[in-house]
């Protein structure tokens, strides 16, 4: 499933192709997304202009004068530049085509994807609107997850991939965050001190900048490529390494079951 990381790695891949063009054509070759490809998006976005292109968590805003473009790539969809006559991979369920003679196409095998579009503030749509604080953001940090925690019984590892909390840490950034950080992953949120959350605060950072940094090298997969940038090539140090040596002490490393995600740690560094 692509994670932040790699949504913001697609973002800088595709930026420079699609910001400040205009949009002549969109094929909507199957509507059937996640929620279905809304009848009025090649009416109300053809003739305008993209003149911004964010992320807001895992969320790609294309953004119009008269509306924005919502697109999430679900569990396995990723975007692609191509010229316009390049002939479709099967899975390519949505094309924008534009004036500098490029098109961009969602590739989504599973369809858990979308593309959406709205004409409201962006902030305010119903998808949107409920999300905590973007994980790179000074506004998360660890008096936020002090304060959020307490009383809370739920495990830290649920806690910080709950997206009204913040956004964008998904399993395998949850796991290495807690191991980097020493946390145990079931440790009740509303039981770690905010000295602890604060290092938490700055191994999730410094390992999704980490993240980033490795898909950076990727950026030219994006034209006529795959799609999708290489970012498990970054080293994971305990997800994945289930009864492999922990890195730092040499004992084999734990797995169980935490809201049914794959959960990997330490017994003896983790507490
Ligand atoms: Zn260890």
């Not at 569990?75 to 530049?81: A, D, E, T």
């Not at 390049?86 to 593309?115: Q, S, W």
């Given at each position: ?17 699609v ?19 809304p ?39 990723s ?54 604080p ?48 020493g ?5 009740a ?19 999704l ?5 490795q ?57």
């Amino acid at each position: 499933m692509p994670e932040l990381p790699e949504v913001e790695t697609t973002l800088r891949g595709i930026s420079a192709h699609v910001l400040n063009t205009t949009v002549t054509r969109i094929n909507i070759r199957n509507p059937k997304l996640r929620w279905p490809v809304p009848d009025e998006l090649a009416r109300q976005l053809t003739g305008q202009s993209i003149i911004d292109i964010k992320r807001r968590a895992k969320y790609l805003l294309f953004i119009t004068h008269q509306g924005t473009v919502i697109i999430h790539l679900g569990m396995s969809g990723s975007l692609k530049i191509v010229a316009p006559e390049t002939p479709y991979d099967k899975h390519e369920h949505v094309e924008f085509c534009f004036d500098n003679g490029k098109a961009l196409r969602l590739k989504d095998p599973r369809r858990f994807g979308a593309v959406l579009w709205t004409t409201g503030p962006i902030e305010s749509h119903p998808l949107l609107k409920h999300l905590g604080p973007e994980p790179l953001s000074d506004e998360f940090n660890a008096s936020l997850l002090y304060k959020l925690s307490r009383n809370k019984k739920v495990a830290i590892k649920q806690f910080i991939m709950d997206s009204k909390v913040v956004v964008g840490i998904g399993n395998i950034y949850a796991n290495e965050a807690l191991f980097a950080s020493g946390i145990h992953p079931r440790r009740a949120a509303g039981k770690i001190s905010q000295k602890r959350y604060q290092k938490l605060c700055i191994e999730s950072k410094r390992i999704l900048e980490q993240a980033i940094l490795q898909g950076g090298t990727t950026l030219k997969d994006f034209v006529g490529g795959t799609g999708k940038p290489g970012y498990f090539k970054q080293e994971l140090l305990v997800y994945g390494r289930k009864g492999l040596p922990c890195t730092q002490c040499h004992k084999p490393l734990k797995e169980i079951r935490l809201g049914n995600r794959s959960t990997v740690y330490c017994t003896r560094c983790q507490t």
